[in-house]
Each structure stands twice: as C-alpha cells, then as structure tokens.
C-alpha cells in the first residue's frame, strides 16, 4: 500500500501520519506538507527516519506538481488533511482558503482519478480497484445549532457560515461529485474541534495555554457563550485509521466526543489546571480573561452524534476531556522551545493585530 496523506505536517495531520507510519510498517506512507506557518516538521521528529516514510514539500495549488507526483508514485490511497482551518483567518483572507481547501482538494481528486484511471493495471470499470480517496473534513459545514437537543447527524443539511466552513463545505461537495460522476471511489468524515499536542497556538486552547503561561490577556469572544465539542487529536486520528479502513465507499462519518464545553467554562478550567501545574495560587489565572469583541458571524453551538462511526465501525474515544486536557497542558509545558519557535515573528506581529483590531 503506497500511502498519500496530505498536511501530515500540520496539528490532525502530524498525528494521522505518526499513527500510520508506526501502526502499519508494511505501508509506504508520504507525507505531503507545503509547510505553511500552520506546516511543522518539527512535529513529526519521532519518526522522521522511520524506512516506511518520506516527506514531500509541495503545493496541492499546484496542479501540475501533483500530476507529476502521480505519475511517479503510484499511490493505492489519498487521506487528505491539507487545509487552511483558521476561522478568523478565513475572515480577513477568505481567498486563500479557496485557494488551498477548494481549487487543492480538486486539483488532488483530478491527480488521483487520471492516474488511477491511467494506470497500466486499470481499465474500464475496474480501474478504481483497490483504490480510496478520503477527505478529512469539518463538522462546521452543517452551521450553528440553537436548538439544545439539536445534534449534526450525517445526513443534516449544509449551512456553512464562515468562509472557512464554506470553503470545506465545497470541497466536500467537490469529493461527493467525483464519487458520483466518475465513480471515485470516496469517503469522508466531519470531525468535531480537536485538541492536544502540537495545536498551533492561534486555536482556542493553545492559545490560552501560551497566554496564561506569559501573563498576556485571556481573549473570550463575545461572552464566552458559544459552545464546541471537543475530542483529543489522537482519537481522531484513530477515528481516521478506522474509517480509511472500514467505511463504506460513498458513505460519510461525523467523528466527536459528546463533549460539550462553553467557551468560558473551558477557559476557567484551563486557567485552574495552570495554576495547579505552574504552582500559582487558586484564582492567578482567571484574572487575565478579557472579553473582546465577538468573531464575525460567531457559530453558536457545534455538537455531533457520532453513533454511526461508534455503532457501524466500532470506534469510540479512548480519553476524558479532563484527562485530555491535562496531557494537552503538561506537553505544552514540556515543550516550551516547540511553543518558543511557532510564536516568534510573524505570530507576534499578527496577534498583536488581531486584539488591537477587535
Ligand atoms: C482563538 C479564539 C477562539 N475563541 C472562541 C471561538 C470559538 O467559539 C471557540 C474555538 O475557537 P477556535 O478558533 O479554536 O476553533 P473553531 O472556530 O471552533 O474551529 C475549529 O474547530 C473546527 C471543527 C474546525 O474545523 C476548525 O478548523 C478549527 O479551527 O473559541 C475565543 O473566544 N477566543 C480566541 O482567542
């Protein structure tokens, strides 16, 4: 199995890839990273030098790259991560997240459809044999939910409502219609907010982990009230390995931890769990959260129903979010230099930006 994972540099990524690599050292895995600000190869340093992987630098913008690509290696399966997935982002550069996660993920499905369609072994009906192209995807492609009983089934209807979420919600569109037309052989999944090591420090999470660490303000959008549910990155990722493996052709997966968590309750926990991990008297913390301005369009509530992949394919996440939360913080505290490298330059200029906007 000569293995394509895109964005494997990056957060979800770097985990997709660790796990494959070292799971099945029968498969050939490449790691295909442009290596945004977002792209780390420090995150894979464990198993750089591992006989089943090799990482290529490249653009999924890049069509030509990509044929090319495809014609050397005669990849059996694509797991594509590769995305811009920054919300706030999305909202002051919203072209660029066309760019990467809807002309990219079509460009990727033409790379793969003509050289599994070219292929010497293929023909006709057959040449997709063998053959699977997974794309990674977003639960906030179904929109904001208002409703308390309200949960994203797969079969919810799309309301994208950020560019970000649209542009997910088009590429996904992109993967469904080439199954349908050209009879890809897809499958998909929409995953609920991730968190853990290597989450770079521009989401919710590791962000307040670095503020509070450096004493800079907390910054809670709005009132703190919007609600995610939040599974630990290395479940995902084995959520992925089982459906890369097991989902049914065609099919779509929603991947959460029934975990609920209002922004603001999320922050004092993590502001108690610093203080406890930094030796700081009860309460140090909690006084550095500020609210600012809301995000544009903010989604009120994210939850997913992941019966279907629990029920269908067997999966279920292995952590407790408190558990998880409390492994998240001790590797970040125990990486400082990783933290150190990600949020110098560039990060300031843009951050220091961003609050002073809002
Ligand atoms: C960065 C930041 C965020 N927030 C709020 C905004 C959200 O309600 C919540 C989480 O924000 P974050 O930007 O970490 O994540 P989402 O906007 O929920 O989106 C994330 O989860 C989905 C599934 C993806 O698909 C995205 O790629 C991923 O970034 O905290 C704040 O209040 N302050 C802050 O400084």
Redesign the pocket.
């Given at each position: 199995m000569k293995l394509l994972i895109t964005g494997g540099a990056g957060f979800i990524g770097s985990h997709v890839v660790r796990l494959f690599v070292t799971k099945y050292p029968e498969y050939q895995i490449y790691n295909l990273d442009k290596l945004t600000y977002a792209g780390n190869l420090a995150n894979l340093a464990d198993i750089e030098d591992a006989p089943n992987y090799t990482f290529v630098k490249g653009d999924i913008t890049d069509a030509k790259f990509l044929e090319d690509m495809f014609a050397e290696i005669p990849f059996d399966g694509v797991i594509h991560l590769a995305?811009e997935?920054?919300?706030?982002r999305s909202i002051t550069d919203p072209m660029s997240f066309v760019l990467t996660n809807v002309v990219g993920t079509v460009n990727l499905l033409n790379a793969a459809k003509n050289s599994w369609q070219n292929s010497e072994t293929a023909g006709g009906a057959h040449a997709f044999e063998g053959k699977r192209f997974y794309h990674v995807s977003?639960?906030?492609v179904y929109g904001s939910l208002h409703n308390p009983d309200e949960f994203f089934l797969e079969t919810t209807s799309y309301d994208p409502q950020s560019p970000?979420?649209a542009s997910?919600a088009a590429s996904d569109h992109f993967v469904r219609a080439y199954g349908n037309t050209y009879k890809m052989p897809v499958v998909l999944s929409n995953?609920?907010?991730?968190y853990g090591p290597n989450h770079f420090p521009?989401?919710?999470?590791p962000?307040?982990i670095h503020n509070i660490q450096t004493n800079k303000p907390?910054?809670?959008?709005?009132k703190?009230e919007?609600v995610?549910d939040w599974l630990f990155v290395v479940d995902h990722a084995r959520a992925i390995d089982t459906v890369f493996h097991k989902g049914v052709l065609g099919e779509t997966y929603n991947i959460g931890g029934f975990n609920e968590w209002k922004?603001i309750d999320l922050?004092h926990l993590l502001c108690a769990t610093m203080d406890r991990k930094l030796g700081r008297p009860e309460g140090t913390s909690a006084q550095l959260i500020t609210y600012?301005t809301d995000?544009a369009g903010?989604?009120l509530r994210?939850a997913i129903d992941a019966n279907k992949i629990m029920t269908e394919l067997g999966w279920e996440p292995s952590l407790q979010f408190e558990e998880g939360l409390e492994k998240t913080v001790d590797w970040f505290l125990a990486n400082q230099e990783w933290l150190d490298n990600v949020t110098s330059g560039a990060y300031q200029t843009y951050y220091k930006g961003m609050y002073t906007n809002r």
């Open positions: 995305a997935s920054h919300v706030d977003t639960d906030e970000y979420s997910k995953c609920s907010n991730n521009e989401k919710l999470i962000l307040m907390l910054p809670v959008y709005g703190g919007n995610r922004n922050v600012v995000r903010h989604d994210y």
